[in-house]
């Protein structure tokens, strides 16, 4: 049996690093939502080993892809015999802080537990995910959350009111370790005000959701590659109504309430920078495994 499950991407409208933690992770507080721009895996059964293809150059093949290595994780954790040969048709940027290995794990661990007849539930998978990255949990329940820990503590919040995401990402990828070793805590910042955040999602306040916006680690990532800063200035200028750079970066999203404005952003983009989408929001539907997952 054939089995295809979409992995969408992840924005965070807000990201607070509270403390570096004896385990070297920072604890995080922060508000994630699913955006409806996704790489599909396809999973077939073979008779053994894990086999990769992917669409996209700009991706690892062997244990170092994150969904080869959820295949590995799922074989040995319960003693699979069979194979499984992995595709990732990518559409998500490639190290642009949307999450796009750990949906593509996410996605991996939930049509496996289809496809071999695990029965784990959603919680068992996330456990199993956080395993892989700190992002993975998130990505298995999908949705709208605020996010805690290292990103595995999730409590289910009102989704963004419907609107565009206008996405741009500079050439260059970064790394999330990087960005996290230089960040600075003792550095004065604006930090984000969750409870503000979490009230304009329950109101359904877009402009509340749009001012609220708020990243700590985007002064790291600013500092590094004033390109960034210079995105962001381009799409408030050409009228995206909040602005900010998904968690460690480089991509820089936008909120636009409609869709001739998010239209007039991209364009405004286009050429200045080479990797610019307009999707939609997708926070509100509930990343259920059902939801997702075709069998072919
Ligand atoms: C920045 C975010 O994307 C926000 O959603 C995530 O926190 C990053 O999640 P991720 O890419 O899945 O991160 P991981 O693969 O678990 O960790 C990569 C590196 O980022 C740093 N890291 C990550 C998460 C965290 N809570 N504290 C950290 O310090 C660590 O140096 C770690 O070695
Ligand atoms: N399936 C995959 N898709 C994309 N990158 C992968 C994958 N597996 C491993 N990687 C590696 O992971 C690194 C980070 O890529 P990814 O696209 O997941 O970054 P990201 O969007 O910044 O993640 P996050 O937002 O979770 O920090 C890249 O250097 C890439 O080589």
């Known amino acids: 049996m054939d089995i295809s499950v979409k992995a969408p991407a992840k924005i965070n409208l807000t990201l607070d690093v509270l403390h570096k933690r ?3 992770y920072h604890e995080l507080e922060m508000v994630m939502t699913t955006i409806d721009l996704a790489d599909r895996i396809d999973l077939t059964e073979t008779s053994q080993g894990i086999q990769l293809e992917s669409t996209s150059g700009f991706v690892p093949f062997d244990d170092r ?3 080869y290595r959820a295949a590995a994780l799922v074989k040995q954790r319960f003693s699979v ?4 040969h992995i595709v990732i048709h990518k559409k998500i940027p490639v190290a642009a802080g949307l999450a796009g290995g750990s949906s593509d794990a996410a996605a991996t661990l939930k049509g496996l537990n289809q496809l071999w007849d695990l029965g784990l539930t959603m919680e068992e998978l996330a456990e199993l995910g956080l395993e892989l990255g700190s992002d993975v949990p998130f990505c298995v329940r999908g949705g709208t959350a605020i996010a805690r820990g290292r990103g595995e503590d999730l409590t289910p919040i009102a989704p963004p009111p419907p609107c565009w995401v206008v996405l741009a990402k500079p050439q260059h990828g970064v790394s999330t370790a990087e960005v996290f070793g230089a960040l600075n ?3 004065k910042q604006e930090r984000p005000d969750l409870d503000a955040m979490v009230q304009a999602l329950e109101t359904r306040n877009f402009h509340g959701v749009c001012h609220h916006l708020s990243n700590v680690l985007e002064q790291v990532t600013l500092t590094a590659y004033p390109k960034v800063a210079r995105i962001k200035e381009r799409m408030s200028a050409f009228g995206a ?5 998904s968690g460690s970066g480089p991509t820089v999203f936008g909120l636009v309430s409609r869709e001739s404005l998010a239209r007039r952003v991209v364009n405004g983009l286009r050429g200045f920078c080479r990797q610019v989408y307009a999707v939609r929001m997708m926070g509100g539907l509930e990343g259920l495994p059902l939801d997702q997952i075709r069998t072919k």
């Open 22 to 24: 004896p385990d070297g």
């Open 241 to 245: 109504e909040g602005v900010l750079m």
């Open 65 to 67: 892809n994150l969904a």
């Open 81 to 84: 015999n069979k194979g499984i």
């Open 185 to 187: 805590l003792d550095h």
